[in-house]
């Protein structure tokens, strides 16, 4: 099982929007709605953001959403703020009874 | 509220098996509601996925890793293991554990709803292989 693909950086400004990628295959991000996202900062546990492609739990921001399109999943953080800067992950159930990691992406704000 | 901590020798030998502990506290591992499991991150990557189990039903493992995995519980100390065998400088990392999905019976439906994301985490505890 390879690790879902996403960008390694991306960046923006205090209070623009930005998007982070997770491209999977048709037995995991594109068979399931079972997509999930992560935020880490470091030397903490990951936070569950966003589970079931577009779900937030409870006290997570609404600046927060997600969505996806075929085997490629999306986590927008809109009004983007200091502490948004950290690591993320997104994260798929497979057709194996397995889940699976995204590669990653560090997100920083200007 | 559900919390869980992890527990073991911060320091394996190469081709050791490395051992570690979660446990359950505000929550029960024998719950048919909830799966549990391990998670890693060696220092400076990303999240690797180890395996989940579910009850006393079913286990499952990454494919990478299944050859040297075993995860069980102990029900009676509501704790469960992850035991890695044969294990080399790659299997130095930061393990989590984790309520890694969920299970709930629909009674006006007459079906299961399932859920398959990580939302409790263990703080972590580094094992460096050496």
């Known amino acids: 099982q390879s690790a879902l693909t996403q960008p390694a950086s991306v960046s923006g400004s205090p209070g623009q929007s930005i998007t982070i990628s997770c491209t999977g295959t048709?037995?995991?991000?594109?068979?399931?709605?079972?997509v999930s996202w992560y935020q880490q900062h470091p030397g903490k546990a990951p936070k569950l953001l966003i589970y079931d492609v577009s779900n937030r739990p409870s006290g997570v921001s609404t600046r927060f959403s997600g969505s996806k399109s075929g085997n490629t999943a999306s986590l927008t953080i809109s009004g983007l703020q200091t502490e948004d800067e950290a690591d993320y992950y997104c994260?798929?159930?497979?057709?194996?009874?397995?889940?699976?990691f995204g590669t990653g992406t560090k997100v920083t704000v200007l | 509220q559900l919390q869980l901590q992890e527990s073991g020798p911060g320091l394996v030998k190469p081709s050791e098996t490395l051992s570690l502990t979660c446990t359950v506290s505000g929550g029960s591992v024998s719950s048919r509601n909830y799966y549990w499991g391990w998670i890693r991150q060696p220092p400076g990557k990303g999240l690797e996925w180890i395996g989940s189990?579910?009850?006393?039903?079913?286990?499952h493992y990454n494919a990478s890793l299944k050859s040297r995995v075993t995860i069980s519980a102990d029900t009676s100390k509501n704790q469960f293991t992850l035991r890695l065998s044969s294990v080399t400088a790659a299997d130095t990392a930061v393990y989590y554990c984790?309520?890694?999905?969920?299970?709930?019976?629909?009674?006006?439906?007459?079906?299961?709803?399932?859920?398959?994301?990580?939302?409790?985490w263990g703080k972590g505890t580094t094992v460096t292989v050496s």
């Open positions: 994260s798929s159930y497979t057709t194996s009874s397995t889940s699976v």
């Open positions: 189990f579910y009850y006393s039903e079913s286990t």
């Open positions: 984790a309520r890694t999905g969920t299970k709930l019976w629909a009674v006006g439906e007459g079906k299961y709803y399932y859920y398959y994301y990580m939302d409790v």
């Open positions: 048709s037995s995991d991000v594109g068979y399931y709605n079972y």
